[in-house]
């Protein structure tokens, strides 16, 4: 097995170094084609669509940053040792849940820092995993960044091992399990990330994610049956807004919540399972097994 995590956010540094003395735009331009550059040559062994959905996230995630301050971001990435703490992550990942024919690595790259999503609801790291053979962590030093970078490692090692189980791919705007050509839904998507989540907490404990534990008793019996109707939904447009809410009619980190909640639902209900054999189940097995079957 072999899990590796490679500070891509060295070589962001360096391109921005060279755009030091640009006019503000063209150096913001300049850094952005060689990252864009870079990250298809990192991922020029996944599927093209992967290659063009990294390339489009790291784009996103970078934002339109002042040289200096991206500079400074970058010093403070440095040291922090946030490659090293990613070692620590993986580490402990492996050691909870192994998985000797995984093969991965792990990209960290600076993030937005004029992002209030990142900053302020991410704490400061964000992940996204793209299938089973790469991921890209996005990092931005706020208070308590390291905790959060380890956290977010050790919750997106979860997701390569479940895509690794349940490969997909991109079709028509959707993904889709390789092995039944069947579109992911809300439910595999909510239980992807409470398996997730549910991991790096037993991992890591000290952390208290807001997304785990979002809705109040009130919320939850207004929004359930909302989501229950929809757990078939294929859309991707809509299993985002379940998970993370809509600023309307659903909660902030809805999905997310409720995703975790069927995970210990059925941890409790099933105790002769672990969570490690749970990370193996299809998201219908873990819904039949918890509480929220009988609803």
Known sequence: MAVSVIPAYRVVSHFAKQSENLPAMDAVDAIE???RDYVRNLLSTLHPSFVEMGQRTAVTQLGDPSVP????????????EAREIADRAVDKAVKALSRPDLNSRIFLFPGDGESSVLLNQMNGVLGFSLGAQATLVFVWPVENWQNWLSYTVIHEYAHLVRNLLFPRGIAGGKLVYMKTQEPETLLDAMIAEGVADAFALSVMSEVNPPW???LDDEETERIWPRIRRRL?????????RMLFG??????QWAGYTLGYRMVTSYLERQPDSTLAQAAL???SAILAGSRYADS
């Open 33 to 35: 084609n060689r990252t």
């Open 69 to 80: 301050v991206l500079l400074a971001a970058l010093d403070d990435l440095e040291a922090g």
């Open 212 to 214: 785990t534990d979002a």
């Open 232 to 240: 078939g939904v294929s859309d991707p447009t809509e299993i985002r």
């Open 246 to 251: 809509d600023n309307d009619r659903v909660p």
């Open 281 to 283: 189940l299809p998201g």
